[in-house]
C-alpha cells in the first residue's frame, strides 16, 4: 500500500469541507447508507475541493489530465442514515512527482462516521502516467 | 411517448431470457430491490442479446455507433428481493428508420414482478442521429 | 399503464425546484450521465418536496407509511453532463384513493433535459395497500 | 486500521473465485469501470462464498445476524472493461472474537486488475456487537 497519510478525527486538522445528504437510493435493507455509496460522495467532496482551487475537474479532463484513483481505504465507525447532511472535512498530502492523497473525515452534526484515504495518479490522454500539475503540488505539499 | 410496445405478461412471448441475480447492494431500507437498480438489469440483458445475434455492444462501439436510451418506462408490479435470480425476457420491435425499441418481462420462477419497454436512438461518433444498423433492422421487423 | 400525467415543457408550470449537481460516479462510457441515475435524481427532488411540505420521509416511515414507485417514466431529451446543476421541477396530481403521481421536468440554464412521471402507492408497515395521507391528497388534488 | 490480511496476486492462494462481467452502467466517462462499482462485486463475490459454504446471506439475516463491513482497501492495478469477464479469487481469515476479514484477487484471463481486503464485523439484530458463527470462525481459522 502506498497510503501514508492518517485521516486525524478532528475537522480542525482539515482544510476544506463539503456538504452531501445522503440518499433514499443509497440505503440497503440493513436500513442505512451502504458501504459503497461513501466513494461517490468523497468523489463529490474532492471534485468540489478542486473547484474551489480553482481547477473545476471538466476543465482539468478538457486539458487533457485524469487524475484515478490508485487506492481507497475506508474505516466505517458509525453508520450513516437516510437523509442526514453529512460534512466531508478532506485535505491533500503525500505529494510525490506523480501520485498524491488525500485525507478525509465524515461527521454528522459533529459525530465522527467514518475516515478515508485516496490515493491518486496522474495520466495523460493516452492512458500514461503524467507529471502532477503544479496547482496539486503546490497546495498539496506543505 | 414514443413508446408504443404493449409487454406481454406471457413468457412465451418473447425471444430471449437473461438471468440476473440481485445484489446486496441494490436493496433499499424498504428491504427491497430499489427501483432505479431495475434499469442496468434491462441494459445489461439487452446487451446479452445483442451478444447472442452476434453483435457485442463493445464492437458496436468501436464500430462507432451507439444506441443512448430515448424512453424508458417500468410497471413494478411485485418486488425483487435480494439473492433472487431474475428472468429477463425480451423482444425487439417498432423499427423506424433511426430508433427502435425493446419489451421486457422479469419473473421470478415464473411470477411476474415487472414489465418494461426502453426506446433506443442510433448515434455516430459525432453524436448525430444515424441509421440503424442493418442487423437490428433485420432481426427486430417482423 | 396508469401513467396518466403529462410533463409540460414549461418550469412555470410546476411548484417546486430542488437543484443536484450530476457526479463523476454517475458517468458512463458515452461520456455523459447515465440514465439510471436520473431515478435517484427525481426521488431526491420528490423528498425535498415532501420535507417542504412539511413530512420529511424519514417521519413519514417512522409513521409507518411507504411511499414505492409502482410505475416510472422517463423521456431523455439532451444528455446531462457531468458538473452540471440540475434544477428539477416537479409537481403533483392525479390522486385516487390508494395512489398519486408526480411530473418533473429536468433543466439546466433553461435547456430541458428530460421530462419524467412516477406513479406511486401507499403501503403500511404490513406492506398492504394503504389509504394516502391526508397532506398528500389535500396538496395533490386542484 | 485493523486491516492485516495481504492480498496475495496469485490465484492459487484463494479458496473461492466467483465470476462477474462488467455492466455499461457501471463505467464512467473514463471509459473504465468507476471505482465504486468494484464494492459490490466484493460483497456478491463474498455471499456467493458463504452460499457456497452452506449459508446464504438471507438465511444468516433471517437467523438475526449482519455482517456489516467495518474497514475496506482497494488497490486497483489496472483498470477493468466493459464487458469484461472478472475472476474475483478470496479467502478468509484474521479471525478474532467479534470481526474477521477477506482478502480478494481481481483478474480477468489471468492478468491482475485489482486486491482488495474488507473487515467485517458481526451485529444481532439490535445493532449490538455478537460473536461470530461458528461456521465463520471454523472456516476463517486456519
Not at 465507525?77 to 460534512?87: G, H, K, N, S
Not at 452534526?109 to 507529471?131: L, M, P, Q, W
Request: some cysteine; hydrophobic content about 40%; glycine content about 6%.
Amino acid at each position: 500500500m502506498r497510503q501514508s497519510l492518517q485521516p486525524s478525527r478532528d475537522p480542525a486538522d482539515y482544510r476544506f469541507v463539503h456538504r452531501v445528504r445522503t440518499r433514499f437510493a443509497e440505503t440497503d435493507a440493513m436500513g442505512v447508507i451502504h458501504h459503497a455509496a461513501y466513494l461517490p460522495y468523497l468523489e463529490e467532496a474532492r471534485l468540489a475541493y478542486f473547484r474551489e482551487l480553482g481547477h473545476p475537474y471538466g476543465e482539468v479532463r478538457r486539458d487533457g489530465l485524469e487524475a484515478p484513483v490508485l487506492e481507497i481505504a475506508v474505516q466505517y465507525r458509525r453508520p450513516l442514515d437516510f437523509d442526514e447532511e453529512v460534512e466531508i472535512h478532506l485535505w491533500g498530502g503525500a505529494v510525490t512527482r506523480t501520485t498524491f492523497q488525500l485525507a478525509y473525515l465524515l461527521t454528522v452534526t459533529g459525530e465522527v462516521r467514518a475516515t478515508a484515504v485516496t490515493v491518486h495518479g496522474c495520466i495523460d490522454v493516452n492512458g500514461k502516467a503524467s507529471r502532477l500539475p503544479s496547482w496539486i503540488a503546490e497546495v498539496f505539499i506543505e
